[in-house]
């Protein structure tokens, strides 16, 4: 049994923001809308996530890489400590920039 907070967003002129957890009982309906969503979003704005595990991190690496063979960078922006800490863990760090300036 999983006690995540569902995953939820909103859409903003070129940002989409996450609310929720992201991750791997979570992820299904942004996985499935992804191209939609984020047709026209140029930022992923994090800070309202309240936990993301290595499947959303997974998901998150995914979507900025379709992001950028389409010609549309994807900003990730509102990372947390936590999601920072699991970045570095994972030595992701090249792949999602993580700017110690707020």
């Known amino acids: 049994m999983s006690d ?3 995953l939820q967003w909103e859409s903003l ?6 609310k929720g957890d992201l991750d ?3 992820l299904l309906p942004l996985w499935q809308q992804r191209h939609t969503l984020l047709a ?17 991190l997974a998901m998150l690496v995914h ?8 010609g549309t960078p994807l900003t990730l ?10 970045i570095t863990l994972y030595n992701l760090d ?3 920039p993580v700017n110690a300036a707020t």
């Open 4 to 6: 995540a907070s569902p």
């Open 13 to 18: 002129p070129q940002t989409l923001v996450l």
């Open 24 to 26: 791997r009982e979570t």
């Open 40 to 56: 026209d979003k140029r930022v992923l704005d994090l800070s309202q996530l309240d936990r993301v595990d290595s499947t959303g």
């Open 63 to 70: 979507l900025r890489d379709e992001a950028e063979k389409r």
């Open 77 to 86: 922006t509102g990372i947390t400590d936590r999601l920072e800490t699991l």
């Open 94 to 96: 090249e792949i999602i």
